[in-house]
């Protein structure tokens, strides 16, 4: 029995039809692996301070985060989307639980400067808390992840869910961890690039091949990958067959990164 750590991005969780696929997809994985989700939500998080005239950056991926974003941003993915997914995966009779890093202590995290610079309640991990989670797989529970965590200063953090989920994965010593984003994969001239090695990525960024949301997504990927996650893939969503083909098909329809 496999453990996989599924990150699935702010697009998947905004379309109603592919949330009734994943939960069909999980549902063909079951018997056999022990899936974890971690999502995002970075589509519902623009749409709300867009309500709020609120506007946003990003330096290198990271949403700068300030004290009202930051309650924003958990209300948004700790509770709309979070639900949404537990919903839909119950809707699909999967047993589910959802929380987010601040519950049981699943996270602990702490200011993360980026360069030297502070860009506010942005957070990165330095404890996971495996018991919760182990908790939920001797209980037959499917666990949905929200990444807001907390610190042990008692203030709430903004974590990028790709780092959530390569922690998570690292902690929990994943076999596999499959980013699903809007993308079918990372792509380089207009192409999706079937294998990227570790060693590559800090050149792709610097030359602008990959930008925005990638960067992170790139940074965690290669640090599960040196962390002994054995398989770490990103891919985009092919229906309910998604995850079943990513985990047994052999051949990633995204791409793999490796050491
Ligand atoms: N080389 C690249 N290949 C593919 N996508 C890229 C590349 N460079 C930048 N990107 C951008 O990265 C985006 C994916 O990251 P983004 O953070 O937006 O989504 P996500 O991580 O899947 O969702 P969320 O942030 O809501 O969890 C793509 O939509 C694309 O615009
Ligand atoms: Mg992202």
Same mark, same amino acid.
């Given at each position: 029995?496999?453990?996989?750590?599924?990150?699935?991005?702010?697009?998947?969780?905004?379309?109603?039809?592919?949330?009734?696929?994943?939960?069909?997809?999980?549902?063909?994985?079951?018997?056999?692996?022990?899936?974890?989700?971690?999502?995002?939500?970075?589509?519902?998080?623009?749409?709300?301070?867009?309500?709020?005239?609120?506007?946003?950056?990003?330096?290198?991926?990271?949403?700068?985060?300030?004290?009202?974003?930051?309650?924003?941003?958990?209300?948004?993915?700790?509770?709309?989307?979070?639900?949404?997914?537990?919903?839909?995966?119950?809707?699909?009779?999967?047993?589910?639980?959802?929380?987010?890093?601040?519950?049981?202590?699943?996270?602990?995290?702490?200011?993360? *400067? &980026?360069?030297?610079? $502070?860009?506010?309640? +942005?957070?990165?991990?330095?404890? !996971?808390?495996?018991? %919760?989670? @182990?908790?939920?797989?001797?209980?037959?529970?499917?666990?949905?992840?929200?990444?807001?965590?907390?610190?042990?200063?008692?203030?709430?953090?903004?974590?990028?869910?790709?780092?959530?989920?390569?922690?998570?994965?690292?902690?929990?010593?994943?076999?596999? *961890? &499959?980013?699903?984003? $809007?993308?079918?994969? +990372?792509?380089?001239?207009?192409? !999706?690039?079937?294998? %990227?090695? @570790?060693?590559?990525?800090?050149?792709?960024?610097?030359?602008?091949?990959?930008?925005?949301?990638?960067?992170?997504?790139?940074?965690?990927?290669?640090?599960?990958?040196?962390?002994?996650?054995?398989?770490?893939?990103?891919?985009?969503?092919?229906?309910?067959?998604?995850?079943?083909?990513?985990?047994?098909?052999?051949?990633?329809?995204?791409? !793999?990164?490796?050491?």
């Amino acid at each position: 029995m496999g453990t996989v750590v599924i990150k699935i991005g702010g697009s998947t969780v905004d379309a109603s039809g592919l949330l009734q696929e994943l939960g069909k997809s999980i549902k063909e994985i079951i018997h056999n692996d022990f899936p974890v989700i971690v999502h995002g939500g970075g589509k519902d998080i623009a749409r709300q301070l867009d309500l709020l005239n609120k506007e946003f950056t990003f330096v290198e991926g990271m949403r700068v985060t300030d004290a009202q974003m930051v309650n924003v941003v958990q209300m948004v993915l700790s509770g709309d989307v979070n639900k949404r997914i537990v919903n839909a995966l119950l809707m699909e009779k999967v047993n589910t639980i959802g929380f987010s890093g601040v519950d049981g202590g699943l996270f602990t995290a702490s200011k993360m *400067l &980026i360069k030297g610079q $502070d860009i506010g309640f +942005v957070g990165e991990i330095n404890s !996971v808390n495996k018991e %919760i989670i @182990t908790f939920c797989q001797q209980a037959k529970l499917t666990p949905v992840i929200s990444p807001v965590s907390r610190g042990e200063d008692g203030a709430i953090y903004n974590v990028n869910a790709d780092l959530a989920a390569s922690e998570l994965a690292m902690a929990i010593k994943a076999d596999d *961890l &499959i980013f699903i984003s $809007d993308v079918p994969g +990372v792509m380089i001239d207009k192409k !999706v690039r079937r294998s %990227i090695k @570790t060693s590559e990525i800090e050149e792709l960024i610097s030359a602008g091949h990959v930008t925005g949301g990638m960067i992170p997504k790139l940074r965690s990927a290669a640090e599960a990958v040196h962390k002994g996650v054995k398989r770490v893939h990103i891919c985009g969503w092919n229906g309910s067959r998604t995850l079943l083909n990513e985990l047994t098909g052999g051949e990633c329809a995204g791409t !793999v990164i490796h050491s």
